[in-house]
């Protein structure tokens, strides 16, 4: 799949944090920041609404999986608790 580009805008304080942990080695580049941001951010919306079969770590532990590699279908994800 071919990942699409997005253009955002953030404030400088938000690029010099992005910056610092690329500088650190957490992420390889601002984009895998944002992605990463992204990721969870859409984990976190998926709260509440996650099916109950009784292993919810484990659940959970497959979505994220699912949100870590690329390229990832939003649709996808989206549908994963139907």
């Known amino acids: 799949?071919?990942?699409e580009t997005l253009q955002i805008r953030l404030?400088?304080?938000m690029?010099?944090?992005i910056d610092s942990m690329v500088?650190?080695?957490i992420y390889s580049g601002?984009?895998?920041a944002v992605r990463d941001g992204v990721r969870k951010l859409t984990l976190k919306s998926m709260i509440g609404?996650?099916?109950n079969t009784g292993d919810s770590v484990k659940e959970v532990r497959?979505?994220?999986n699912k949100?870590?590699?690329e390229p990832f279908d939003l649709d996808e994800i989206n549908n994963l608790g139907k």
């Open 62 to 64: 497959e979505i994220r």
């Open 15 to 17: 690029i010099k944090m």
């Open 23 to 25: 500088k650190r080695g």
């Open 67 to 69: 949100l870590s590699k």
């Open 30 to 32: 601002r984009s895998e």
């Open 1 to 3: 799949m071919v990942m």
């Open 11 to 13: 404030s400088k304080n």
């Open 49 to 51: 609404i996650i099916p």
